[in-house]
Nanobody
């Protein structure tokens, strides 16, 4: 079992920045995809950004050019730097880890962290 510990959410004004962090409890991550999803009230959960073990990234069109996902392999941590935040970015942000053990994929979620963009 892997636990994901998120931090960094909060309240920010439009145009501001926040950085989210997600640390995995597993001692070693080999083949994986790790990223962030978000869910606003009344809406479905959607992909924000993700990065795989090879370093490839992809982003939702709505955040391209504003958000950057990165990782620290030694710390088993993924970061989401969010700049030029808009009110429509308000949501609960969830960290996700898809981990391959050589035969199967396992899926893990963090508890979620609230991001509110408001003046």
């Amino acid at each position: 079992q892997v636990q994901l510990v998120e931090s960094g959410g909060g309240l920010v004004q439009p145009g501001g920045s926040l950085r989210l962090s997600c640390a995995a409890s597993r001692s070693r991550l080999s083949i994986y995809v790790m990223g962030w999803y978000r869910q606003a009230p009344g809406k479905e959960r959607e992909l924000v950004a993700r990065i795989n073990s090879g370093g490839s990234t992809n982003y939702a069109d709505s955040v391209k050019g504003r958000f950057t996902i990165s990782r620290d392999n030694a710390k088993k941590t993924v970061y989401l730097q969010m700049n030029s935040l808009k009110p429509e970015d308000t949501a609960v942000y969830y960290c996700n880890l898809d981990l391959y053990d050589g035969s199967t994929w396992s899926h893990y979620w963090g508890q979620g962290t609230q991001v509110t963009v408001s003046s």
